[in-house]
């Protein structure tokens, strides 16, 4: 089976001026395709870093990072913005909907940045929005949203570029149980049908859910499920 | 490609509206900007197509001199008699020494008072030569000038400027009719037309009105009234002895013009002790005239320029408050794929749209110039009459005449602001750290 992402020997330093922060020392980690990981650990060790070297927004101090059978370690600015465009879906805990647009607008914001928009898009995105269950609220602002709601249309706005895996930093942090719970659902129904979702969570509950948990502390995994 | 700009002119807009007044006001400073600079062109041009005018309304071609009452302190102890100004004698030199000069009018000219039958009309008496009419561009209107003939037998006759002709004589028609100067009569020989009055350019030419003349042969003059002029001044009679008033000489190419002007001087200047005249070159006024709009179009346009930065800055302010409350927008945008140039684009794009709609307006404001000039005079002169009334007569009475170039000129100015002060806010946003964007609230 082929990797989604493959992270060897990862390190990531922030130097600042009273010293340097190391927030990762040395991490490994390889995500086959159809795998749902969840990263736990305790504040501070390092779990978003990591998952935003996933998601290419920035870059290991050293180590080297493969997504599918490419080398992002050393992309450029404008190769890593490629990357997140055509192979990453992302959900942030506070949903980051742009405000200005409406549901299915945010929905295709990837595919807007991948430089091209079809027909078929436009069916793809209003597919993604009756999968999440919000076909009814197309033209609503997010303000206009629940947060579970919003957080849906986040979810469906990170599969409209038909990503290699979903990256999600505390995807139920700012939502109720209940809703919660629900949103956790749709992830595991989108990993039976073949995403790959890699969450960070802080709740072992919610791990549970995962495949696997990988724990980090002090910028380092402990143990491998 | 084109979805993709369509796409971002869509969103930029989009953003604009999010904030209507901040949008307004943002492109009200463009819009200032961009009036102005047509606003202030049209002005400039217009007083200064007036000015020329006027200028030229005197002849590029004439030489003008004219005698001048030097000042008390130079009179001082010459006596109940002054004696001053150009001489016959100084007319016959220049007539005679200055191969260049194709025409030479004498011309001696003084108020006086005009009566036919009951009626009394002041006016201008001017002793000239058949010549006049033609260099000061007077036409008749009915009947014929003073003559060559005339000129030479000192006849009592007389020609009438249009205005002096309709008040003295408002229901006999002139021609052939006596007017009563003192204890002289003159013959009614003909009527001109109405001549816009010309040029006040200061130093020794007044401007000048025609509207109340009337035309003597100046031998006659001579002949009837003499140099000498008694004035009544408060109590005393006070003489003046004045043998010319002007002499206008037209030079027979503009390309000769100011060498001849020197030779006049030189030639009046050795005969003459006081300065009792003063040379006017109409040529030598339109070239200062033309460096004097140059400037006025320098300055005009440095006040433009200021108000055109001022709705520049504006335009930064703005972007760099909008790109500082995106910043979590930039953020997200940058996470879905976002490359920096789309982020500078989308910023750029609405600058561009804040800049355009400025300039836009702002040409359509610049080109109502005329009408809303004419209210705003027209305003003025009824609240503060006094205010108005102390402009120069060429600010009040001047018409803008709208520079064509200056329309591609201020709406480029004003799209080229745009993207200059846009495009640090725009690098400013896609500079940010993706990361850090996403975690601002
Ligand atoms: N931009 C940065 N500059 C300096 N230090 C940073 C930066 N980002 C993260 N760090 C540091 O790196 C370490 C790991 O941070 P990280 O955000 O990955 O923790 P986390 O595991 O996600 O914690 P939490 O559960 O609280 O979100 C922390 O000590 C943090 O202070
Ligand atoms: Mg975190």
Known sequence: ?225 | MTFLWFRTWQLGVKSLLLHPLRSLLTVLGIFIGTASVIWLLAIGEGISRKAQEQIESLGANNIIVRSIKPPSEVTEGMGRLLSYGILRNDYERLHETIPTVERILPIREMRRRFGFSSRMVDGRLVGCTPQYAEVTRLEVDRGRFISDGDLRDRHNYCVLAADLATRLFPFEDPIGRSVRVERDYYVVLGVMKPRAPSAGIGGSLAAQEFDNDVYIPITTLWNRIGDTVFTARSGSFEAEQIELSQITLRVDEVKNVLETADLVKETLERYHRIKDYGVTVPLELLEQARTTRLMFIIFMGLIAAISLLVGGIGIMNIMLATVTERTREIGIRRALGAKRGDIIRQFLVETIVLSTVGGITGVLGGLTVGPVLRLILAALEKTTPQVMAQLPEIIRTATPVIVPWSIPLAFGISVTIGIIFGLYPARRAAAMDPIEALRHE
């Not at chain 1, 079809?118 to 009814?136: F, I, K, P, T, Y």
């Not at chain 1, 997010?142 to 290699?164: C, E, H, W």
């Not at chain 1, 979903?166 to 073949?194: F, K, Q, R």
């Open chain 1, 1 to 225: 089976m082929t990797s989604a992402a493959c992270v060897q020997d990862v390190t990531k330093e922030y130097r600042m001026d009273g010293g340097t922060v190391r927030a990762l020392r040395g991490v490994s980690l390889e995500v086959p395709e159809g795998d749902y990981v969840a990263i736990m650990g305790p504040s501070g060790s390092g779990k978003s870093t990591l998952l935003n070297l996933l998601g290419c927004l920035d870059r290991p101090t050293s180590g080297r990072i493969m997504l599918g059978d490419k080398d992002v370690t050393r992309a450029s600015d404008d190769q890593l913005s490629e990357i997140r465009a055509s192979r990453i879906g992302f959900v942030f805990q506070s949903y980051n909907l742009i405000p200005q647009l409406t549901v299915l607008e945010n929905i295709e914001v990837p595919l807007y940045y991948q430089g091209r928009f079809a027909s078929d898009d436009r069916r793809r995105c209003l597919e993604l929005a009756e999968m999440v269950g919000l076909s009814d609220r197309l033209k609503h602002r997010p303000t206009q949203l629940s947060g579970g709601q919003q957080q849906r249309v986040a979810i469906a706005r990170s599969l409209a570029n038909d990503p290699y895996f979903m990256l999600a930093d505390e995807p139920t942090g700012n939502l109720d149980s209940v809703t919660a719970a629900e949103i956790l659902e749709l992830l595991v129904e989108l990993n039976h049908n073949g995403k790959t979702i890699i969450m960070v969570t802080h709740e072992t509950d919610i791990g549970r859910q995962a495949k696997r948990i990988i724990q980090l502390k002090d910028g380092m995994i402990l143990e491998k499920e």
